[in-house]
């Protein structure tokens, strides 16, 4: 009789350098322990370099070559969602309202009021009501966001899926 055994979870160093191994490889599997390892030590990275970035250029500058860094967690994000057999397409989905609501916020009237000397915060509520598509936008990329952070925490299926065999549990034969 066969079973699936699992194999001992990924250490922060391995989980990061295995991710950035497959940085843009965007078939097969990844584990949880990847997947959360790399996130951590990618986040501290972005905001890192998106704090001086932003100290150096203006806010629409700033915000693109900020977005830009965050292809770099797509591979390892969308490897997560196929070892639960999710599609591909929930990232890059998410991805693109991501960076349409950035880009449309940066070059709103809200965030005009938010960044004046003196902030007025009935304009900036007057600023909100005004354009409903700030409001909408938001809705989407935090409905998408929480909706990929639930499937990320999902444990995998030991069996093999279309998108390969599970880098977790291993078929073993019971002697």
Not at 90 to 111: E, R
Not at 147 to 152: G, L, R, S, W
Request: charged residues 15%; hydrophobic residues 50%.
């Amino acid at each position: 009789m066969e079973k699936y055994v699992a194999s001992p979870q990924l250490g922060f160093s391995e989980a990061v350098r295995l991710a950035m191994s497959r940085l843009f490889d965007f078939n097969g599997r990844s584990r949880r322990s990847e997947f959360w390892w790399f996130m951590l030590a990618f986040y501290i990275v972005c905001y890192v370099v998106g704090f001086i970035i932003s100290l150096f250029l203006p806010a629409l500058p700033a915000a693109i070559i900020n977005s830009s860094l965050w292809i770099v967690a797509v591979g390892v994000t969308v490897r997560r969602l196929q070892d639960n057999g999710h599609s591909k397409w929930w990232v890059f989905l998410s991805f693109i309202i991501s960076i349409v609501y950035n880009a449309y916020l940066v070059n709103s009237d809200f965030m005009f009021e938010l960044a004046s000397v003196n902030v007025n915060p009935e304009a900036v509520i007057k600023s909100l009501i005004d354009d409903p598509k700030i409001m909408i936008l938001s809705l989407l990329d935090s409905v998408f966001t929480i909706v990929i952070i639930v499937m990320c925490m999902i444990d995998g299926k030991p069996q093999t899926n279309r998108y390969g065999e599970s880098p977790k549990y291993k078929l073993v034969s019971e002697d």
